[in-house]
């Protein structure tokens, strides 16, 4: 076995090991810098990530199995992001909290790293920052919360809030019913329990073969998480010592075997930006195309909100991840390896089912189609996705006028207007709200409708933005289009009535006016004058070097990866 990492700390009896070993001692025994390996835990619990609280409880079980097996654990609290109350929007820190984790984990004397997360950038940032570094790295994800239920009937996170809010603009439910919905919605411990992309993402780690099989999906309050995050202790001494990495471990292969889980889960459509940006920091080739070819023929398998009916409790009481991979076993790369040194087809066992609502077979699936559609036109030259199984069918196919708003702000005044000119077949855009020009890239794709249309019924209309939408949304939304108006896009030259063309089946959006005079046209003032001119601090870098959505939104300077070494002592 080679020297350990942590020797270049700890080994030898000069001055500075001398240094390095005195102030970690404090209550240590001397065998503790003996050569074992040193395993830090990545943790990302906050009072202010609700959705990660419970991680350090979690910590204390990995600390437990990296004792167990000999070696030495060290709880690393690293940047967290809570979903609900980060403003402007938490994915304008993913890329910082991936830059802290990574340069974090190069400085510090360690050889591997479990890394805890829960909330929807958490995991991500983790994977992004354990690939920069590339050091052996376990992800336990922090698992959904239990079911809540209003008036004896479930309440998805995020979901059920977009619906019921809703029904108060559309007068069928009181504000009073409404806000008595609140205390009944997080019902324990735990991430969004909706197919959203905390969900998503868990399932994903382990589908890229980064976690402990058959862990993720584990709601976060039972007690088979805590025996899963010994046992991923335990695990994580055995990765110090092979020297297993993410780049053992993520291939191709393991991206496209998430994109068919992505599918047959109907997860979220942020998976696509989180997927391309890890990938970019491992060199991986991996292309928003990739998620169509390899996605968008595989079967919606399982009935869970957004796209359908239950829950991540259902989903795990169900069978959980295993039952579904085993019903799209031979979409999957059988080569793919996880953490165990093991591929995770190999892995997959024959498990049963023991819902069959919940999770439905391959011959009767929920929708014979699901996975992200990617568009093209004059209208996204670079790409823009649509996820068709949240979507309503008769709108796959529509040709309407344009609504446009330049930014949230005048969405949110203009829209309920009683003058403003408005149909069913309206096309609502919204722009200025790409990584670059919000920035970060937030979840308000899923633009609310306008209060008259929603007063006679109306309950999908098509939508088009640059930014995201949330994971547990629904709806005819076209997202991520590339390139965003703020860095160019022809979006920011569409006018208000405009007639635009969506056209899923053929993989298009456009804009019905020549080309020549789209070429011609301004974009629009508020386009140009760049929404977001940070002056300084990490907007500003974020703003300066963010890429567009199809290749994940990544910083240029963070694409790639440094490795584990770092070339000088400190004093
Ligand atoms: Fe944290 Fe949904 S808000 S997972
Ligand atoms: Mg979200």
Redesign the pocket.
């Known amino acids: 076995m080679q020297a350990r990492r942590s020797a270049q700390w700890y080994a030898g009896d000069d001055r500075n090991s001398y240094i390095h070993r005195a102030w970690m001692r404090r209550g240590l025994p001397a065998d503790a810098f003996d050569g074992r390996p040193h395993i830090a835990i990545a943790n990302t619990a906050s009072d202010l990530t609700p959705c990660n609280a419970h991680l350090d409880e979690v910590a204390r079980s990995v600390a437990d199995g990296i004792h167990r097996a000999g070696g030495i654990p060290m709880n690393l609290p690293v940047v967290s992001l809570g ?1 609900t109350q980060v403003r402007p929007t938490a994915m304008l820190w993913r890329n910082m909290a991936a830059m802290a984790i990574e340069e974090m984990l190069r400085a510090n004397p360690i050889d591997a790293v479990v890394l805890l997360g829960g909330c ?1 950038k958490t995991i991500p940032a983790l994977l992004m920052g354990a690939a920069s570094v590339d050091l052996p790295a376990v992800v336990v994800p922090g698992g959904p919360m239990l079911t809540g239920t209003f008036r004896g009937v479930p309440l998805g996170c995020g979901t059920d809030v977009w619906k019921l809010s809703e029904e108060v603009r559309a007068g069928t439910l009181s504000a009073a019913e409404f806000q008595r919905s609140e205390s009944s919605m997080i019902r324990s411990k735990g991430h969004c329990n909706t197919m ?2 905390a969900s998503t993402m868990g399932l994903l780690a382990e589908v890229l073969g980064m976690t402990l099989p058959g862990i993720a999906g584990t709601p976060a309050p039972d007690s088979r998480l805590l025996e899963a995050a010994h046992a991923t202790g335990v695990l994580a001494v055995e990765l110090a010592d092979t020297g297993r990495r993410p780049s053992t471990v993520l291939s191709r292969g393991s991206f496209l075997n998430a994109i068919v889980a992505l599918a047959a889960l109907g997860g979220s459509t ?1 998976a696509v930006v989180h997927l391309l940006a890890i990938a970019g920091r491992l060199g991986v080739p991996l292309t928003q195309d990739d998620f169509d070819r390899t996605g968008a023929g595989v079967p919606l398998l399982v009935d869970l909100q957004p796209a359908g009916r239950f829950l991540m409790d259902d989903l795990y009481r169900a069978g959980g991840l295993h039952a579904v991979l085993a019903e799209v076993r031979d979409l999957l790369d059988p080569a793919a390896l996880t953490v165990t040194g093991r591929p995770l087809v190999e892995q997959l066992g024959t498990p049963l089912v023991y819902d069959r609502e919940v999770i439905r077979p391959r011959a009767d699936p929920l929708k014979p189609h699901a996975g992200i559609a990617v568009l093209r036109g004059n209208l996204a030259p670079d790409g823009a996705v649509i996820k068709p199984a949240a979507a309503s069918p008769h709108l796959l196919r529509h040709r309407g006028p344009a609504v446009v708003f330049d930014s949230v702000e005048d969405l949110h005044a203009r829209l309920d207007d009683p003058d403003l000119e408005v149909t069913a077949d309206s096309v609502l855009i919204l722009r200025g709200c790409g990584p670059r020009g919000y920035p970060g890239m937030p ?1 308000v794709s899923n633009m609310p409708l306008p209060a008259k249309l929603l007063a006679e019924g109306v309950r999908d209309m098509v939508r088009i933005c640059d930014g995201r939408m ?2 547990t949304a629904y709806g005819t939304v076209v997202l991520h289009v590339t390139p965003e108006a703020a860095a160019g896009g022809p979006l920011g030259k569409v006018r208000t009535g405009d007639m635009i063309v969506l056209d899923v089946e053929a993989r298009r959006l456009d804009v019905d006016i020549p080309d020549a005079e789209l070429a011609a046209r301004e974009p629009a003032p508020e386009m140009v004058k760049a929404f977001a001119a940070p002056a300084r601090g990490w907007e500003r870098l974020y703003v300066d070097t963010v890429g567009q959505a199809d290749t994940g939104a990544d910083c240029d300077f963070l694409l790639g990866g440094s490795g584990d070494q770092v070339s000088r002592e400190s004093h």
């Open positions: 979903e929807d959203g992309t942020n979840e949330s994971g």
